[in-house]
Each structure stands twice: as structure tokens, then as C-alpha cells.
């Protein structure tokens, strides 16, 4: 038998169920340099965009369907595993009642800051910590024609389960880098970049603010905002206007309404609908 | 003693921490009509709101600090009970590692749509699922100077753990009423609100529509968007535009965006920062 054909697995100690349930946990997926997706669409998404499966699940029940077979097709081409398992073994992967009929194993993409020399608006996260957060704002950049993403200094994982999921598919869509706060700071300076951090002491407004052609949006963590010397190091502060008892926004609703800002502010160039 | 002095509380079977633990199930918080804060600011906050508060646990490590002493007073002062637990009592309550040195339990408010009339901006959520989304609205409510909430037809529960937590505090200061589609929609023309519900197939951006004085924003399940009859009755559909690979925003990113574009519209008024 080829390393590629189809497998029915059925038993939940099969060594690729157990690969798969292990990329739940941050070193298991530092370790194999992966991550899982789930649902059909978004395996579609990773292929069309030249992801690297590994390995592909699929339930019994959908595995005629024709877009089941469109993933199995180019999957078997990529040299990828393909295992036929049972609903109940999705969701034993997936840790998750009504799992999707498909999920698949990815290579991770890192970008290096010098990827992004050539892009217009790049958003910059501090320390960000829930991977929720995480996903659903790698989910506004796609969707505001942005395509990079730089997370400073120690990260939540945005391989995660949660931020893979919360990101819908828009994973694949968003390079992204890591860096420290000086190499950031130096590359930024280099590459033309007016750098705009998000501070409740500044007293301008987001809308007040005119936005430079080349801008990269900084948000800072979720608890303490962003860093002094980060702050000092900004071409402006902008803050978003707040009332009621609220003192602040949650984190990925924050930076979207900054990126739809700044994206007005283009005429929303490259929108697609 | 009294039924309002502080009492120590050392097992997890005593029956007010059964009674606190059970309000992460929806049918006691309903049966109940309570749920749970936690964190002493939140609590604080709500009763700065003068919510009623019918229990409160608190730590011992944190009894004597002063914004402690302050919630225990009022708590006495509205006839609450008032139990000191240790933190791993805590953690069994609220099923979290390192939680709140503080834990309230609040009577739910329900609001009629009647109590609405004289709202700006009211928000219309259709059956939305996911309470961490249904918080984060809240939160973005509250720091755009709303106060009113409807959920239409069958929602998730805004006094879940997961609303509660993601609204950081703001459930206190938002005013939320149920109501089917038929009755919302009788009620808002004989009140003259001009209803706006976000849709795929519009073609007028959020940025291109002018909300009136008296506005509704509609906003649709995060999966199946806002139904016909709903859409077919707006008196505007707006679109938050789109690029790259998603097809669709976050229903919190979203509702959040168009919020801050409604109340940019009126000069952010009642902005406090």
C-alpha cells in the first residue's frame, strides 16, 4: 500500500489520532512544527493558498461528496496522509461535540518582519494573550486588506485550536511574524513605517488621526496596554473615544475598528465587496 | 447570629457554594433568576447600579483590603449573605484556575421594550449563539453610550458565565429585553425607530448610510445572517465592506464597528474619554 492512499482508522490509541489530539498543546505543536484546521472550507482555504497538509481526516459520511473529494484530490497529490475515521474519532481529535466532517494537519508559516517591507498597513500586537482574540482579529485583517501581522515579544499561539478556529479560515490568509521590541522598532525605522499605537492617554482620536500610506497599527496586551518604550516610540497615539463605566475595549474590538479607520481612510482600496 | 454576618465557609459541599456553582447551568440561573460576577470591581460596579446582590464570597486574603471592606458593607447593608471562602473554594466555584478573590450573585433584570422609548441607539441581536460574543457586545454597548439591548426569538443567555465574563462589568450598565420578530417590529413603529440591519447583499456601506436620531442597529445569527421577514422590514441595509478570503466579520467586530459609526455620526456624544 502507498504512503497516500486512503485508511479507515478506527481505533482512538491509532498513532495519527493521537498526533492529531496531541497539536491541542503548545509544545506538541512547537515540536512538530504543525497545526490542526478543521471543516472542509477551511482545508480548502490552506490548499488553495499553498499550505503544506500533512495529514487529512475525513468522516465516512462525507467523504463522496465533491468537495470532500476536491481536498482528497489535491491533498493525495501533496503526498498528504488521508484517513477515513468515524464521527466519534473527529471528535475525539477535536475534543469537541458535533465535530466538523474534516480536519486536516498543517505545516506552519512564520514571515520574517523584512516579508513585509513591501505592504501598506501591517497591525502589531504586544503580548497579546487569548488566542480568541487572536484569531478573531488575524480574521479582520484579512478582511480589511491587510495581510501581515507581527505579535511582539512572548505571544499567545495563534496555531492555537482556539485562535485557528476563531480566525474561520482566515489563518491562512495573514503572514505572520515574530520579533522583540528593539529589532521591531529598528526594522520599522528602516522601512519607512509611521508607527500609531492605541494609548488611553492620547487625546486624539482615531477618526482626527491622518493615517501615513505606510502604517502599521499597534495594539498592546489585554491587561496593561502597551509598553512605555513602545509608547514613546510612536509617530502618534490614537485613542478610541469611550463612554458609560466601560474604561476600555475588548482587544480584537479595539483593532478592528482601528483597521476599518484606517481602511476608510484609503477609500477602501481593494475591496471586494 | 445574624443572617448577614460574615460566616466562614470551609467545604465544597456546604450548600451556598453548591447553589453558586450551579449557576453556570442555564435552567438554575433561570430557575434561580440570579447569576454570577465575578471579580470585587465588577461587583462593585453592579452595585454602584444598586442590582440586587443576594450572596457574596469573598477570600480571605483580600476580607480586610478597603475596596473590600467597602463591597462587604453595602452587601450588609442590602441583607446579602457574606461568606468568607478560601481561594480553592473560589476556583471550585467559578471552575477557574486563579480566580477572583471575590464572587457575587446578583438578581437578573429583564427589561420590557417599553422602557426603551426613549433610547438614541438601540442594538437588536437575532438569535445570537455565542455568549462570548453576546458579552463583547455588551462591553461595546456600554462604551458608545447605549444602554439597551433586544434579543430576538430563541438567544444565548446574557447572565451566562461567558456573557458575564465578557462584558467586563458592563451587564450592570446594560438594560436587556427579549421580544419575538412580530412584536419587536410593532413595537418599533409605533416608536419610531428607524431600524438598520447589516447585510451581505446590500450595497449602501455603514459609512454611507445616515442613521437617524432614533436608531435601531439589527445585527443577525452568526451563522444564517438576519432573517427575510426581519431585512424585508428595514428601513435601511447597510454593509460593512470587505476584502481578502473572509466573507464575513466577527458578529461582536462587526456590531462593534457599527456602532463607533453610528456614534461617530453624532459627534460621539456623551464621550467621557
Known sequence: MKDNETVLITSSQNAQIKFARSLDKKKDRYFHNAFRAEGVRH???????????????????????????????????????????????LETITNRENAQNAVGIFVQKWAELDDFMDENTIVALERPKDPGNLGTIMRTIDATNCQALILLEESCDPYSTEAIRAAMGSSFAVKIAKANITDFLNWRTANGFSLYGTHVKSTKLHSETKFAAKSILLMGN???????????????LVKLPMAGRADSLNLAIATGICLYEIWRQSGFQGRKS
Chains 1, 2 share one sequence.
Do not use: M, T, Y
Not at 480548502?44 to 500533512?54: A, C, I, T, Y
Not at 509608547?231 to 502618534?236: E, L, Q, T, V
Open 43 to 89: 482545508i480548502k482555504e490552506g490548499l488553495d493558498l499553498n499550505w503544506k497538509l500533512l495529514s487529512l481526516f475525513v468522516s465516512p459520511e462525507v467523504q463522496e461528496r465533491p468537495h470532500v473529494k476536491e481536498i482528497i484530490q489535491i491533498a493525495r497529490a501533496q503526498g498528504a496522509r488521508i484517513s477515513v475515521v468515524s464521527s466519534r474519532l
Open 222 to 236: 489585554e491587561q496593561s496596554g502597551i509598553d512605555d518604550e513602545l509608547a514613546n516610540s510612536c509617530d502618534g
